[in-house]
């Protein structure tokens, strides 16, 4: 339940806390400034999010990442959306023609498709415009890999239609039915062919493809955790993102849940900690907490989804038609809270680099013991709304917090 944290650990925070002089895109930089010494030797910054359906995420977020960008050399931006879906993305944020709009949707992640999302993507593109080194959008999920098969068959042709085949419309559900192993052992067949015969192109969709095979037929529920969907899903995330850094230039800043970019867990390891195992030092990551607020999330009953009706607006054929809930949560203030405890240290939003400087010993203590941190994912029952805290050692996780005191749910397109 955490410890009592003493009056010097809350002063210390204040004293490292970089104030947000707003979140609104074009709020220029100078504010973010002290936190260039915390991030200069970083080649990789993960950014987290309490929840997926908070619009100030996407734009605390999009500020840290401007500073990564125009400050510190970045070179892509990793997101936690369909690998193969997000090259329409790129496309776009590029400079290339197409809807921005269509592009989201065809990322079949309803948590991307939002307002907010949208204004990232048209501050990437005025960037990518007169930059010297346009900056990559990159999707590492495997999920929705439909994008690569329709690659594969376009390029292989004909000769590859037995490999193909078998597959169908694989992915076609995301996560939510499990397949049978033999579609990773098609799907792997399907690889190797590739490597052996295929054109360079479509090495990464047959990679894409066998990922998400052998995600989706692995048990949500396992005696060993590394066995489970949520690890291997988790390990092909860490996978993707190293496989952007192999030149020496090569920056990437990584949208994930807060779950995700951890560098430790208990239980099943998150992508952070592979990042952080093969990266050390040069893996940086930034929890994003909150005080109250709402966020929207899928409501589950049961263990089960709660279909709502569709709304009245033409809901896109890529996205499924049901409809998020909106959640609303009261400020916490349990014992080990560690949003509490960032409330009371500042009164508006911040940054604090947990890293770097001094660590007295009050604080040490406060960073290496258990304390709560508050989270949700996709789905949320209702009588969870108000807590949802799972279990945090800072030291082992985090290497800086983001902290917004309130949030509002992100608005769907």
Known sequence: MGVDVPDDVTAW????????????????????APLRAALQDARLVGLGEATHGSAEFFLLRWRLTELCIKELGFT???????????????????????????????????????????????????????????????????????????????????????????????????????????AEADARRLEEHVAAYGPDEAREHARIVRQFADVASRPRVHTDPERTL?????????????????GPEDKVVVWAHNSHVARSARGVRPMGAHLAGEFGEAYYAIAVLFGHGEFRAHRRRFGRLVRKPPALFRVPPSLPRVRPSRFRVPPAGAPGDVAARLAAAHP?????????????????????ATNQVRGFGGMARRVRSRSAFRDTILADEFDGLAFLRQVSASTPL
């Open 13 to 32: 925070l204040a004293g490292r806390a970089v104030p947000l002089a707003g979140l609104a895109p074009g709020s220029g930089l100078t504010d973010l």
């Open 76 to 182: 892509t931006l990793a997101i936690e959306a369909s690998a193969a879906a997000a090259r329409a993305v790129d496309a776009y944020t590029a400079g290339g023609p197409g809807d921005p709009r269509d592009a989201l949707a065809g990322l079949r992640f309803w948590t991307l498709h939002t307002a907010e999302m949208l204004t990232v993507l048209e501050r990437l593109r005025d960037h990518n415009c007169t930059a010297a080194r346009p900056v990559r959008f990159v999707g590492i999920d495997p999920q929705h890999p439909q994008p690569a098969l329709e690659a594969l068959r376009a390029c292989l042709g004909e000769p590859a239609t037995p490999l193909l085949d078998p597959l169908g419309d694989l992915g076609r559900h995301g996560f939510t039915q499990p397949l049978d192993r033999q």
């Open 230 to 246: 949520a690890a291997a899903r988790d390990r092909y995330l860490a996978e993707n993102v190293a496989r952007l850094v192999t």
């Open 348 to 368: 508006g939003d911040y940054v604090v680099d947990l890293r770097g400087g001094d660590h007295p010993e009050d604080v040490a203590t406060w960073l290496a």
